[in-house]
């Protein structure tokens, strides 16, 4: 049973292992074209009851921006030969679709997440340019797909006692 306003942290492992699995390990032909874009860790982190609803938030743009990536038309064959991008894009909008509500969560100090949300902004920013860059080409799209992983990967790692349900807090795989 879906839980409004509570992430699953069970679809966002699904989601991570569907994206590594559909390409493997980083190209060797790639390399070239693999370019450094720190992932700005500081937006999921939560230590004050009031940054948790900033974080939430983050977990969510992130979301929308992985989403809003594959509205392109430019998906390498390799990955539309597969079951595991539908899935995994079923899935990310299912996990934004059970969790709009977070948008409408307050907080006493919305500078917090405007800061966050920069960070994310600029970060799916540089990835869309290299992908146009790169004309959407193979190469392109792996490096795309090496930093959504690491997004995600970011978001596994944080734990997220206020955020994940209870019982999926205490099933959480050892190997993120």
């Known amino acids: 049973m879906p839980t409004k306003c509570k992430f699953q942290r069970r679809l966002v492992e699904t989601c ?71 899935h995994f894009q079923h899935i990310i909008f299912r996990l934004i679709e059970e969790n709009s509500c977070i948008m409408d969560k307050t907080q006493e100090s919305l500078d917090d997440f405007f800061s966050r949300e920069a960070s994310l902004r600029a970060y799916f920013d540089k990835i869309a340019t290299v992908l146009k860059e790169k004309g959407f080409q193979y190469c392109a799209w792996e490096f795309a797909r090496k930093e959504i992983l690491r997004a995600l990967q970011f978001i596994l790692k944080e734990d997220f006692h206020s955020t994940w349900p209870r019982q999926e807090t205490q099933e959480r795989s050892a190997s993120f």
């Open 16 to 86: 991570y292992y569907l994206l590594e699995t559909m390409g493997g390990t980083f190209p060797l032909q790639c390399l070239e074209d693999n370019v450094l874009i720190t992932f700005p860790p500081g937006v999921f982190k939560s230590s004050p009851r009031q940054q948790t609803t900033a974080m939430e938030k983050s977990i969510y743009t992130t979301l929308k921006y992985i989403d809003s990536m594959f509205d392109n038309d430019g998906v390498p064959d390799q990955w539309t030969a597969q079951k595991k991008l539908d």
